[in-house]
């Protein structure tokens, strides 16, 4: 959606690195959302905040960790222990709809 | 736990015919229902939502979707695809409880190919 934008459109990394999955609103909503998206799998949910400093683990959180520190920023760092990462990531925002970011698309060589 | 089952992988439909996708789900209750389209390489857009009162909704791009209570369904419709349907479609539900705040859960998507 316009108001949500995701950065870098591709990311190549090697395996064993950290990587870290910007993606900023500027929609004024509370809640933001880290979605993962797999070949023939549809989306599965990472970690959610619902409010600054606050966050919660989804259903596929292993391997992954976020921050909150403003109401406008959410990025998910995707750390050495995540053991299939290469992925297409999406961020979204908004409670009772969701509108999602452009994606990025993460691979690990 | 809740789920969402899109029967269909692959449908291909004749440009100008009618369609129908199937989307049945899991939930105790009556959740917030989605339907999202997505184009290759591309985010998620909304094409319609259901929270509660008239079961036929309208959404955007001619779309309209049924929710049926009796069945745990709601099917996506159009009367007439567009070479440019051409896409993945999501069926997602979400926790009315909390409005859908803990997150959405989605089917597998159906990907929908357009004949001449």
């Known amino acids: 959606d316009g108001g949500i934008t995701q950065s870098p459109k591709y990311l190549f990394r090697k395996e064993g690195q950290n990587v870290t999955l910007s993606c900023e609103q500027n929609?004024?909503?509370?809640?933001m959302y880290w979605y993962r998206q797999d070949p023939g799998q549809g989306l599965r949910l990472i970690y959610y905040?619902?409010?600054?400093?606050?966050?919660q683990k989804g259903d596929i959180a292993e391997g992954y960790s976020v921050s909150r520190e403003k109401k406008e920023s959410f990025p998910l760092t995707v750390t050495s222990a995540q053991k299939n990462p290469t992925a297409f990531y999406l961020c979204a925002t908004g409670i009772d709809t969701q509108y999602f970011g452009p994606g990025t698309r993460l691979t690990v060589l | 736990a809740q789920s969402v089952t899109q029967p269909d992988i692959h449908i291909t439909v004749s440009e100008g015919a009618s369609l129908e996708l199937r989307c049945n789900y899991s939930y105790g209750a009556t959740p917030y229902l989605f339907w999202y389209v997505q184009s290759p390489g591309q985010g998620l857009q909304l094409l319609l939502k259901?929270?509660?009162?008239?079961?036929l909704v309208q959404g955007i791009k001619g779309f309209e979707a049924e929710f049926k209570r009796s069945q745990s369904s709601f099917n996506l419709r159009k009367p007439s695809v567009h070479w440019s349907d051409a896409a993945e479609y999501f069926c997602?539900?979400?926790?009315?409880?909390?409005?859908?705040?803990?997150?959405?859960?989605f089917g597998k998507g159906t990907h929908l190919i357009i004949q001449p």
């Open positions: 997602a539900v979400g926790a009315p409880s909390r409005g859908g705040a803990d997150g959405l859960t």
């Open positions: 929609l004024n909503h509370d809640a």
């Open positions: 905040s619902q409010i600054v400093n606050d966050f």
């Open positions: 259901y929270f509660s009162g008239d079961t």
